[in-house]
RNA sequence: GGAGGGGUGGCCGAGCGGACGAAGGCGCGGCGCUGGAAACGCCGUGUGCCCGUUUUACGGGCACCGAGGGUUCGAAUCCCUCCCCCUCCGCCA
């Protein structure tokens, strides 16, 4: 939620900024001008009638007291509320009508990150390792996978339809030592682990801002009226939803596993087959809740963070810096990592890390109390680290061998009873 | 699922129709006392919004006692609905 101060008082630049997203946020901006003039006018009205009431409320009292009863003063009350109840139930609508386009719009890109209009305008940050040579034509994972016997596409659909997949033997093995492998690097460099509901509220997802904007991407339990969590980052940033953190706890750090349920609405046809997108995958999630000052600082670090996965599995990968088009709805500034896919000769998305500044903070009420006393919103960080099916799926892409066995990475191998490859099955 | 009890400030806890943003205690901050500290004494200590000014301060106003609605001139206090927590019973990984 941007912060409505802000756009009271530096209107035309936050117009300017918002706009780099695309015109279309900038309509809803200019309502909410207008709509918060109109409000404050209603509630001054409202606040002085209340405070004419409340006086000659305590005046009435007063006199009963007294035994003496004043029927003019207590006609005089009535009338005076009313008149309250009327300009209450305006003031109630506009702000209602003011939350509904204050919620729908995005955060302000961040002065540094590139203007463009989608991914063709993202900016290659750094590059690490190299995309491997093969002998042979390479296959993609979920041929490897079937082959291998570890990946079963079609007992998934049996099951679930369409985006489902069913792991075994040493495919389900994978995904556990995976998670714990990601889970022990990120504890031992300080985030703390942590086990999340995977069922929430609605207002949880206000509060990171999956709602009210993007209900159709999410699975719903309808009876009771609660959500299963697209992502980890859901939970974790709300832990501390509603408190006011002290200045020294910050910044906090978070990890989190937690499988992730997205129903995938409008990417019909797209990437159909394999782990790489799923209406239920596993992720390793981390969070951070920071200082104002501190938050930009702790972005690089993030992704780092994210970065030393990759690394230590061996797996080539480079980061992009997301343009002002392609940045998500909650996010200021945003790196993704992609990691090397060689079915697709390209690079694929596997981590998205972004600073969200004070823009979930203020939709959650979480606040920190400065060290003189003041009550600010604190910055809310989040980054993949990583998604765990797209983590295997470049495993099994990068470290195949020309007999379609695949090399294990070795920082894995103790994770899985160190076996050192996998053989297609007879 | 059934029966009962309860949600008040950072925490504990009183209040059960007006002087209550809320006693008292704990905690926290400041000052005093002290060589220093403990103990003690005094003072202060919630959040959000709106308005004004000499605009990182001060003053004024409004709201908030789980949430929403109602009764009343007036609600933390009475009534209704919902949510959450606890205890017991049932069921259950």
Redesign the pocket.
Known sequence: MLD??LI?KNYEEVRKRLSLRGEEYVKLLDEVYKL?KQ???I??E???L?????????????L??EGKEDEN??KE??E??ENL?KLEEEL?LLEEKLNYYLLRIPNLPHPSVPVGEDEKDNVEVRRWGEPPKFGFEPKPHWELGEKLGILDFERGAKLSGSRFVVKKGLGARLVRALINFMLDLHTSKGYEEVYVPHLVKPEILIGTGQLPKFEEDLFKCERDNLYLIPTAEVPLTNLHREE?LKEEELPLYYTAYTPCYRREAGSYGRDIKGLIRLHQFDKVELVKITRQEDSYEELEKLVKDAEKVLQELELPYRVVELCTGDLGFSAAKTYDLEVWMPSYNRYREISSCSNCEDFQARRM?L?Y?TK????LYCHTLNGSGLAVGRTLAAILENYQQGDGSVIIPKALRPYLGGIEVIKPQK
């Open positions: 409505l101060k009271r918060d409000k404050r006018e509630q001054k409202v606040e002085n209340r405070a004419l009431l409340n006086r000659k409320s305590k005046e009435y009292g007063r009963k007291r003063l207590k009350l009535t005076i509320k109840q109630k006011i009420k606040r109390k003189d006393g003041k009550n």
